[in-house]
């Protein structure tokens, strides 16, 4: 399975208050709550944590069905965190994602994954968050975009026709796929 | 409390959070915070704090699960403020 989760630091500043008394005790664990608290930069690891969830909740929709708003239900932990990138993993319910997270100074995107499926096998693309994502996207790679029998996104390789699963997150200005190339 | 003016008070609520107009305005029952208000699951964190606040109720983790359309919501602020005045 597949997931992906974007954050757009900017666009959070403005339209995400974390900093907001209660906010963080609805999503984090007591664990997860120290990681952010020994930080460097809290407001980095709270959108670590956050995209790691959030990736990690689309593998695991994809699986069972089921629609919950429960962040706490799925838990992190990291492998390892630098400036540019952390690796982890998510657990809910005995189930484990596997997450690769990019850090940059605009945005913070994970990748969860899980299954046979190793980072190897994923493209991500960054587009713009606008209407002409799809058509930007068929443009520039041997892939278009369209929706699975269950609504959910899949990329077709122009050339073999062979379809593959795929994700799609956007926040701000970003938006970002991410599918499977093999 | 009327459920007619929990939902008042609730699209008061969620409002701020939505850039949806049409979906806001027409706001009942079936609608879905996620698919119809396309508001972003980082908001829906404060439309939890928000009604905690105004409803004076405390949302639990299995409550905050099922708060994804004005029904669930609806039924949950009606259930804790029961449990208030009980």
Known sequence: MLGNDIVDLKFAKLH????????LNKIFSARELELINSSKSEDTMVWVLWSMKEAAYKCYNRLTSERLFNPQAFECALFSSCTNSASGVVIR???????????????????????TLVLDHLSVHHHKNNAEYSVAFTDSTNYSLQKDKNHLPEVINKKTQQKHMA?????????CIAFLKV | MSKEEIIAELKNIITPYSEETIALQSI?????????????????????????????????????????????????IESKRQENAG
């Open chain 1, 167 to 175: 994700s799609i997150s956007h926040d701000g200005g970003y938006l």
């Open chain 1, 93 to 115: 319910n005995g189930q484990t994602f596997f997450t690769k997270t990019e850090i940059s100074k605009n945005y913070i995107h994970t990748l969860a994954y899980s299954g």
């Open chain 1, 16 to 23: 995400y208050n974390w900093r907001r008394k209660g906010y």
């Open chain 2, 28 to 76: 009942d029952d079936d609608t879905d915070f996620l698919k119809d208000l396309k508001i972003n699951s980082a908001n829906l964190v404060d439309i939890v704090l928000d009604v905690e606040d105004r409803f004076n109720i405390e949302i639990d983790n299995d409550s905050m699960a099922k708060m994804l359309t004005v029904k669930a919501t609806v039924d949950i």
